[in-house]
């Protein structure tokens, strides 16, 4: 079992930059991580993976604005979100899987990011 804990959100300007981070309650070696995030109203949608080797995917939507890395030695998952636009409200998860799962099995309780003049 692991556990996921998001810090980070808040409240930034359009245009502005938050990094996100998760941090994972065990060793995220063998482990495919993934953002996804959920605006009101909307279903949650996918915002940026990287795999247990280090590849990674990101939506249309915030390709060439978000980034992804992790960090093996803390276990951690960032998210570094710059350019930021209002239609990127929404509150954004963290989530874990094996590698030959074909879905998440592990999620964050989520952190809330708003942006807004």
């Known amino acids: 079992q692991v556990q996921l804990v998001e810090s980070g959100g808040g409240l930034v300007q359009p245009g502005g930059s938050l990094r996100l981070s998760c941090a994972a309650s065990g060793t995220i070696f063998r482990l495919d991580m993934g953002w996804y995030r959920q605006a009101p109203g909307k279903q949650r949608e996918l915002v940026a993976v990287?795999?247990?080797?280090?590849?990674?995917n990101y939506a249309d939507s915030v390709k060439g604005r978000f980034t992804i890395s992790r960090n093996g030695a803390t276990n951690t998952v960032y998210l570094q979100m710059d350019s930021l636009k209002p239609e990127d409200t929404a509150v954004y998860y963290c989530a874990a899987k094996v590698s030959s799962s074909t879905g998440y099995n592990f999620w964050g309780q989520g952190t809330q990011v708003t942006v807004s003049s």
């Open positions: 990287i795999s247990s080797g280090l590849s990674t």
